[in-house]
């Protein structure tokens, strides 16, 4: 909140923690985001393997949150992530700050929810990717989206994740 009130900023984005058990797992800093332009961000948001950033570490000024709109409620996942991108699409200048500011808590699921949520969270980056992106940019990233997906959902049936 310091740093908005200390900018002519309306959106801010902060670097989070994944923690299991209590512990934690990883960091995902935001430092490599500070010299791109919004429109790159958003790319990295829909082609990277692991989000780069947590929708749930940024905030926003309130003239942001009226120029957007709230979340979709059509959007049965990756709701967050169009919001997110619909945020940065409309900010007009954009901070970051590298300390942690969101804790993510990773549970354990059954087998069968983890494949079911990867499937529909596979399903859901598929219709932002349609949403967002037209001509050869739409195709490259439909393919992306695709072989990550599948990618993910392998990993979770023989990974490290079964349970």
């Known amino acids: 909140m310091h740093e908005l009130q200390q900018t002519n900023a309306d959106l801010c984005i902060g670097s989070f923690e994944c923690h299991t058990n209590g512990q934690i797992q990883s960091k995902r800093d935001i430092e490599e985001f500070v010299d791109l332009s919004n429109r790159e961000i958003i790319q990295k ?15 926003f000024s ?8 709230q979340m979709d ?8 992530k169009d919001f997110a991108i619909r945020l940065l ?4 200048e954009t901070i970051f700050i590298e300390d942690s500011v969101y804790i993510y808590n990773r549970y354990s699921r ?11 969270g596979m399903k859901y980056k598929l219709v932002l990717i349609r949403k ?6 739409r195709f490259i990233f439909l393919s992306w989206g695709i072989v990550v997906g599948i ?13």
């Open 89 to 92: 699409q409309n900010s007009t």
């Open 110 to 120: 059954s087998l069968e929810k983890r494949l079911a949520n990867r499937l529909r």
């Open 151 to 163: 990618g993910k959902f392998i990993h979770d049936l023989f990974g490290t994740y079964k349970k």
């Open 62 to 69: 309130r003239g942001l949150l009226q120029r957007v709109g």
């Open 45 to 59: 948001l829909l082609i990277r393997v692991i989000a780069p950033f947590h929708q749930n570490a940024m905030l």
């Open 132 to 137: 967002y992106f037209s001509g050869w940019r």
């Open 73 to 80: 409620p059509e959007m049965l996942r990756s709701q967050d």
